[in-house]
């Protein structure tokens, strides 16, 4: 995988809370997430159902407004049919 591949599949949640030199444990600690819920969100493992006192949470601690909450959590995922460079990956 390449480093810009990499970037597309990374997740909005952990960028934001690697802009604030935050661990995982940190952001889920101070918004009250279960470690392993906040994880599994971040890496895509379970779809988020974030309650609204945790979205709240998520805000404050990030420093953004709710409008700014990416809707997705997780990875973005690229398929092969949206990257043409992954079709000649194999090759």
């Not at 970037?7 to 960028?15: G, M, N, V």
């Not at 890496?43 to 945790?54: L, S, W």
């Given at each position: 995988m390449t480093k810009k591949q990499s970037?597309?599949?990374?997740?909005?949640?952990?960028?934001l809370r690697e802009q604030l030199n935050l661990t995982q444990e940190e952001l889920a600690r101070q918004c009250r997430i279960?470690?392993?819920?906040?994880?599994?969100?971040?890496?895509?493992?379970?779809?988020?159902?974030?309650?609204?006192?945790?979205v709240?949470?998520?805000?404050?601690?990030?420093?953004?407004p709710i409008e700014e909450l990416p809707d997705q959590l997780g990875p973005?995922?690229?398929?092969?049919?949206?990257?043409?460079?992954s079709q000649s990956d194999d090759d």
């Open positions: 970037k597309e599949a990374e997740s909005p949640l952990k960028i279960p470690l392993r819920t906040y994880v599994r969100w971040e890496t895509g493992e379970a779809t988020p159902r974030p309650t609204i006192p945790q709240k949470a998520l805000c404050r601690e990030l420093g953004i973005v995922r690229v398929s092969a049919k949206d990257n043409p460079r």
